[in-house]
T-cell receptor, first 110, second 113 residues
Framework: SQKIEQNSEALNIQEGKTATLTCNYT??????LQWYRQDPGRGPVFLLL?????KEKRKERLKVTFDTTLKQSLFHITASQPADSATYLC?????????FGTGTRLKVLA | DAGVTQSPTHLIKTRGQQVTLRCSPK?????VSWYQQVLGQGPQFIFQ???????GRGNFPDRFSARQFPNYSSELNVNALLLGDSALYLC????????????FGEGSRLTVL
């Protein structure tokens, strides 16, 4: 069955450092890979989408890489700030299907 | 420009009852999908609707059903509620079908006693 793995342990980093989150998947060839931010008790917020034929995508302090051979995506937040503290969800999508990971909780320490 | 709106925000039901959750998509969006999220887990895909037709379905029992209206709003129905149905139910809209980025509402928190 299709599976997404994100580091279930919380990631704590110091303010100003780069946070790197990992998303690994198996048994699926998604058309898109997406990253979302979710704050407690709120709905997820879309951050970035990368297509299967793209290697890297950037938006302001965010960068996503997508390696379809390794079946892995890395999500980077540069110059992290305490306001970046949240749970980050990885999602794979095809035409009529979405699969979300369990998320990685990031805490940026001031 | 209103985003995705869901109602009710919170509700409490007892086992065996039925519940209807409502969703209005973001302006200009014609695709709506529903997700169940239990504490500590990622959202689980339930349905996707486009042009009033079910286009995708996750691994949920037939007690779960949905529909989409001509104005693209949607309802999720859950019958014969079980304790395990307690969760945050999220609605998301997107522009067109095809796995694109999702815009989520704030969810309906369902508690089944």
């Amino acid at each position: 069955s299709q599976k997404i793995e994100q580091n279930s342990e919380a990631l704590n980093i110091q303010e100003g450092k780069t946070a790197t989150l990992t998303c690994n998947y198996t048994n699926y060839s998604p058309a898109y890979l997406q990253w979302y931010r979710q704050d407690p008790g709120r709905g997820p917020v879309f951050l970035l989408l990368i297509r299967e034929n793209e290697k890297e995508k950037r938006k302001e302090r965010l960068k996503v890489t997508f390696d379809t051979t390794l079946k892995q995506s890395l999500f980077h937040i540069t110059a992290s700030q305490p306001a970046d503290s949240a749970t980050y969800l990885c999602a794979l999508s095809g035409t009529y299907k979405y699969i979300f990971g369990t998320g990685t909780r990031l805490k940026v320490l001031a | 420009d209103a985003g995705v709106t869901q109602s009710p925000t919170h509700l409490i039901k007892t086992r065996g009852q039925q519940v209807t959750l409502r969703c209005s998509p973001k302006s200009g969006h014609d695709t709506v999908s529903w997700y169940q999220q239990v504490l500590g887990q990622g959202p689980q895909f339930i349905f996707q609707y486009y042009e009033k037709e079910e286009r995708g379905r996750g691994n949920f029992p037939d007690r779960f059903s949905a529909r989409q209206f001509p104005n693209y709003s949607s309802e999720l129905n859950v019958n014969a509620l079980l304790l395990g149905d307690s969760a945050l139910y999220l609605c998301a809209s997107s522009p067109g079908e095809g796995g694109r980025e999702l815009f989520f509402g704030e969810g309906s928190r369902l508690t089944v006693l």
